[in-house]
């Protein structure tokens, strides 16, 4: 947390008083926040509401996490001036974005948001978090291709990091990364003169597609949202941040 995320700055800049008039109202106790009379410089949450002289001067957020099927043929972006954006096919009144990529030609599991603060931790930890999927190729797959892909190929001028991957059948395997190279797996295959088919994001962290299909979506549980005791949230805990 910065000095903008403390409730001082909140009132310096919602009331224009001085850094000093806005820490004397603070210790009166008549700063309600989440309706609870405040009387220390505390730092402010996404979700946190702030009230003062029965003037709102700070509404909560209230967080929302989405698990989404996305489509292959979708791009992910919400930008409407590109073509088959994701924005134009959500279903939701909020203002939710996506939290990773998912190139177009892929679909599955895709993770959107509404928490700011949860989308910078994603970001900065994306070489951490496991990413599962299951991806079928034009021709079958032989030992070599396995041990190729799971010690690690050199695309775009860099190895890629050793990682699991398991045979499902002749054209089909399951490979998991740590890794967010742009088209890291099709790139891999191509390395290895296979064209990819197919390719499905089914996890992310802990959090699973499971029985989504595409377009479809579920919402993850209120319980998962960031707490105000500064402890983290359980999401980023699902998420391994």
Known sequence: MTFRNRLQYLLVWKLRV????????????????????????????????????????????????????????????????????????????????????????????????????????????????EKEYMVTVDKPIDEHFLISMANGIKIMGKMTLPCYIKKIDDFTFRIILIQGLNRQIRRMCYQLHYEVERLIRVRIGSIELGDLIAGEYRVLTPSLTFPNNGEGSKISSILHL
């Open 18 to 129: 001085s850094n000093r008039t806005a820490l004397e109202i603070i210790l009166s106790g008549k700063v309600l926040v989440n309706g609870i009379a405040i009387n220390t410089n505390i730092e402010l949450n996404q979700t946190d509401e702030v009230v003062y002289n029965d003037e709102v001067l700070k509404e909560g957020k209230k967080l929302i996490y989405i698990a989404f099927y996305k489509p292959r043929g979708i791009e992910t972006t919400l930008n409407t001036a590109i073509a088959d954006n994701l924005k134009n096919i959500l279903p939701f009144e909020e203002e939710l974005f996506p939290v990773g990529r998912l190139d177009k030609a892929s679909e599955g599991l895709l993770f959107l948001t509404n928490d700011g603060t949860l989308y910078d931790k994603m970001l900065r930890n994306e070489n951490k978090t």
